[in-house]
């Protein structure tokens, strides 16, 4: 077996190693956030925890793995090169503006009876929407 067919994919598609592990350590953060959201979510949900103080730091952890998302994604653009940056803003564009666009039609699709949103659903609509944009930008240009 050649070396080269031993790299990861995104290396073959000349991803650079640095850019490759900013990748990882940003979807590991994000994964870990997403855990404690849904966790959290469901603990408060179901009314496991006890009352008092208790439920309000638990429902801060997802605050907590939040930052450091923000700082691993941050770490990841600033790291990353030009084609990099065009693709993840482009998918942002994405997320953000379908996630808006969503909101607003549902707000009103709400005045007319339908049943009202929760906020963790425009959470995953920009989620999606965010991922459908990165790979259409990482099969675009590479």
Same mark, same amino acid.
């Given at each position: 077996m050649s070396e080269t067919t031993s790299?990861?994919?995104? +290396?073959?598609?000349g991803e650079s190693k640095r %850019? +490759? %592990? %900013?990748? +990882?350590? &940003? &979807?590991? @953060?994000?994964?870990a956030w997403a855990i404690c959201f849904a966790g959290t979510s469901q603990l408060l949900k179901r009314g496991l925890l006890p009352d008092g103080p208790a439920q309000y730091l638990i429902a801060a952890l997802p605050t907590v793995f939040g930052v450091v998302v923000l700082l691993a994604y941050g770490r990841f653009i600033r790291e990353s090169?030009?084609?990099?940056?065009?693709v993840q803003l482009q998918a942002l564009a994405l997320g953000f503006g379908g996630t808006f666009l969503a909101i607003s039609t549902y @707000?009103?699709?709400?005045?007319?009876?339908a049943p009202r949103a929760d906020l963790a659903d425009a959470i995953t609509v920009m @989620?999606?929407?965010y991922s459908i944009g990165s790979i259409v930008g990482w099969r675009r240009y590479w």
């Open positions: 790299e990861p994919l995104l +290396l073959r598609c %850019n +490759l %592990n %900013n990748s +990882l350590r &940003a &979807a590991g @953060a994000i994964l090169d030009e084609l990099q940056r065009i @707000a009103i699709c709400e005045r007319l009876g @989620a999606v929407l």
